[in-house]
């Protein structure tokens, strides 16, 4: 039986990192909110129905496709297809990053007053996952 490996070049043989192994481009993002007092972390931590974690990537589901979501004591990571990301803020014609996303997220999860929500890019990289 022939070697596989000569039978193609050296370039097919090759991998670099990549978001895209056969699906959609991926990336990741982290989800923290504040509640209305403004410093105390929501809790993205159960998986029940109607929880603040449900809220939250219901929300967020409208603002591009997600293909995976894990929750924790303070805020959520998602992988998202970058092709539908719908981030353009029709308001001002330019891109408006999560802008949107996180003030539809904080109004899903109904906390009022001075609550927030920020959307970061978590950066991946050939050391290990960096969430920062």
């Known amino acids: 039986m022939a070697d596989l490996y000569s039978a193609i070049g050296g370039n097919a043989r090759k991998v670099a990192a990549t978001g895209r192994l056969g699906t959609a481009p991926l990336a990741f993002v982290k989800v923290t909110s ?3 007092n403004g410093s105390t972390a929501v809790d993205y931590s159960a998986e ?3 929880s603040n974690l449900f809220d939250a990537v219901n929300a967020l589901q409208g603002y591009a496709e997600l293909y995976w979501v894990d929750g924790g004591t303070e805020g959520f990571i998602v992988a998202y297809n970058t ?7 029709t308001v001002t014609n330019d891109n408006a990053d999560w802008a949107r996303a996180e003030s539809a ?3 899903a999860l ?5 609550s927030a929500t920020t959307i970061t890019t978590v950066d991946l990289s050939t050391t290990g996952v960096a969430i920062d």
């Open 110 to 114: 109904g906390l009022g007053g001075s």
């Open 48 to 50: 029940t129905a109607g």
């Open 83 to 89: 092709s539908t990301a719908n981030l353009y803020d």
């Open 105 to 107: 997220i904080t109004a």
């Open 34 to 36: 504040v509640a209305a």
